[in-house]
């Protein structure tokens, strides 16, 4: 069973940054794509970027030319450097692998989440 570990979240006024780190407990990122979700308060839960294990990426519309994702195989990890932060970030945020037939969904259970705020 895959382990997901996600850290580097916190409180951040608009127009901030914040580096989001997720560990995974085996090789898994070398292989498949891999992405980052958040879920805030009263909302579902939204895949907001994927990075193929061909370095492909995707964003959501809410996120494209503010966030990069990226990936570290040599040590198991994906990041998502979050930059011009807004109160609508904030949110937990989720590492996982989305599923192929439904990308709202992920294969390895959920970690903790790393919490991101975004006020003044």
């Known amino acids: 069973q895959v382990q997901l570990v996600e850290s580097g979240g916190g409180l951040v006024q608009p127009g901030g940054s914040l580096r989001l780190s997720c560990a995974a407990s085996s090789n898994i990122i070398s292989f498949h794509t891999m992405g980052w979700y958040r879920q805030a308060p009263g909302k579902p839960r939204e895949l907001v970027t994927t990075i193929s294990s061909g370095g492909n990426t995707y964003y959501a519309l809410s996120v494209e030319d503010r966030f990069t994702i990226s990936r570290d195989n040599a040590k198991n990890m994906v990041y998502l450097q979050m930059n011009n932060l807004k109160p609508e970030d904030t949110a937990v945020y989720y590492c996982?692998?989305?599923?192929?037939?439904?990308?709202?969904?992920?294969?390895?259970?959920w970690g903790q989440g790393t919490q991101v705020t975004v006020s003044s």
């Open positions: 996982n692998a989305p599923r192929v037939d439904n990308h709202d969904y992920g294969r390895h259970p």
